[in-house]
């Protein structure tokens, strides 16, 4: 069973920054892709930011240049560094990851960006 944890979210003035991490249980690598998404109110999941196997990287249109995931697969964690953030970056962001072509989810952690 995979289980994954987040952590990192809270509030942050426009601007600022904030790193998410999600920790899995088991070997990371294993995962063909792990990353993380966000939901906002009234609004689908879309995806935010993902790295494969082999460590290549796909973003949202809206958060290039801003946002940079990376996996530690030796303490098995993905992280998703935020910077310049926007209001319009206010979520809920998910982590995800793909396993045998099955879909797994973490908990969300709240985003809030606001002066």
């Known amino acids: 069973q995979v289980q994954l944890q987040a952590s990192g979210g809270g509030l942050v003035q426009p601007g600022g920054s904030l790193r998410l991490s999600c920790a899995a249980s088991?070997?990371?690598?294993?995962?063909?892709?792990i990353g993380w998404y966000r939901q906002a109110p009234g609004k689908s999941r879309e995806l935010v930011a993902s790295?494969?196997?082999?460590?290549?990287?796909n973003y949202a249109d809206s958060v290039k240049g801003r946002f940079t995931i990376s996996r530690d697969n030796g303490k098995n964690t993905v992280n998703l560094q935020m910077n310049s953030l926007k209001p319009e970056d206010t979520a809920v962001y998910y982590c995800?990851?793909?396993?045998?072509?099955?879909?797994?989810w973490g908990q969300g952690t709240q985003v809030t960006v606001s002066s």
């Open positions: 790295i494969t196997r082999g460590f290549g990287t």
């Open positions: 088991g070997t990371i690598s294993r995962f063909k892709t």
């Open positions: 995800n990851a793909v396993l045998d072509r099955i879909d797994y």
